[in-house]
């Protein structure tokens, strides 16, 4: 079972350059993050002729794109549906496999999904799938109840998943300093098909790289999540979401992580292949 890192555009420096960072270390995902700032990226920013030179890089390097929609865009606005769709339609230009945008779980769970319904229709013909993430605001419970309501639905059933944020999962008041306890109460019919990688403190979301907070002294949260999600299928893309001084901190994450997750792999598979010797 294998999984794709790599990391994502930040508000703070110009798309390009951790984009090209992806590149020249050889990262096989990358995120274009729709969160301008001063000097950070948007779809607008892009012209059609980069669009097609950087997907020709995607192409040539084989790096599964994704497009993180702006985090305030609420498909059940007139203004985030528009913003959504703008991301859908950059996403199939420069050939991206998802969109990610947020829950919201402010609103009635059938009121969010009956929002989504246009935009899973022009997801399929743009040939992504939607990936719906947890704010630090949204409950278990709360995914479940949307993706309950949506695997009833012929056209979102391979059409959307969840991105786990586990920065969020751990700052979320329930299970606060827990991300692992976050996961467990996910019902089994959510899939996790995109995963947002980063650490804090339980206090703030401080976007720290994976194995610089509370991982740094003890990895085993970071093992038990990789368990997890080996456990229910998971092979999408983790997005490493900082931009951290220096940004070679990223490339050793990653190496952590791949290590991590190909140890917990392998332990599986010797496990496997041990029951089936002695149910001989």
């Known amino acids: 079972m294998s999984i794709r890192i790599g990391n994502q555009t930040s508000c703070n420096v110009a798309a390009e350059v951790p984009f090209e960072f992806a590149v020249k270390n050889r990262f096989d995902a990358f995120e274009w993050f729709s969160d301008p700032g001063c000097v950070g990226w948007n779809e607008d920013n892009m012209s059609t002729a980069e669009r097609a030179r950087v997907r020709a890089v995607a192409r040539e390097h084989d790096i599964r794109f994704s497009v993180h929609a702006p985090w305030a865009a609420n498909p059940t ?26 829950l919201f779980p402010q ?45 009833r ?21 329930e299970t606060r300093g827990d991300y692992v306890a976050y996961v467990d109460r996910l019902a089994a019919h959510v899939p996790i098909i995109h995963w947002h990688a980063h650490e804090n403190w339980g206090e703030r979301d401080d976007h720290l790289p994976l194995f610089t907070g509370a991982a740094a002294q003890d990895d085993s949260s970071v ?21 951290p001084q220096p940004p070679e901190t990223l490339i050793s994450t990653r190496n952590r992580l791949l290590e991590l997750w190909q140890e917990s792999d392998q332990y599986e598979q010797d496990n496997r292949s041990k029951r089936r010797v002695h149910e001989r």
Not at 84 to 89: E, G, V
Not at 153 to 173: I, K, T, V, W, Y
Not at 226 to 240: D, E, H, Y
């Open 107 to 151: 609103h009635a769970a059938d009121y969010y999904v009956n929002a989504l319904l246009p935009l899973l229709d022009m997801a399929e013909r743009a040939g992504v799938l939607l990936s719906l993430e947890n704010t630090r605001q949204t409950a278990p419970e709360d995914v479940n109840e949307v993706f309950e309501l949506l695997r």
């Open 153 to 173: 639905l012929p056209q979102a059933a391979s059409r959307a998943g969840l991105c786990l944020d586990m920065g969020h999962a751990n700052l979320f008041e």
């Open 223 to 243: 093992r038990n999540l990789i368990k997890r999600l080996q456990g229910r299928g998971f092979a999408g893309s983790v997005v490493m979401e900082q931009w």
């Open 77 to 102: 606005t007139s203004e985030g549906y528009g913003e959504i769709r703008k991301s859908i339609l950059f996403a199939e230009e420069i050939g991206a496999a998802l969109v990610n945008l947020h």
